[in-house]
């Protein structure tokens, strides 16, 4: 798991667009599904991408203020890893 921080959001996009916008712009290789949920009672969008050798990361990007962060996690199926997940707090 990796907790990488990303350039601050812009004041004039909406959460969702500047989310939507910086899945598309992080990863190189394109995501198989999107869906929200929350972390830590905020919006946060999952990505699945699939690699060339067909292993799946999810990253989940979200925005504390104008802080905008992506949880980056190989093999997230991984109960520990939601685990993990569930108990991530600002």
């Not at 959001?9 to 916008?21: A, R, T, V």
């Not at 929350?38 to 699945?48: C, N």
């Not at 067909?54 to 890893?81: D, H, Q």
């Amino acid at each position: 798991m990796m907790i990488e921080p990303l350039r601050d959001k812009p004041s004039d996009l909406s959460i969702g667009d500047w989310l939507q916008d910086l899945s598309k712009t992080t990863i190189a290789n394109a995501s198989v599904s999107d869906q929200w949920t929350f972390i830590d009672g905020r919006p946060a969008l999952k990505t699945v991408n699939k690699g060339a050798n067909s292993n799946e990361t999810s990253n989940f990007y979200l925005v504390n203020g104008p802080k905008t962060f992506a949880i980056r996690i190989s093999n997230a199926n991984n109960a520990l890893f939601q685990q993990v997940l569930s108990t991530f707090r600002f």
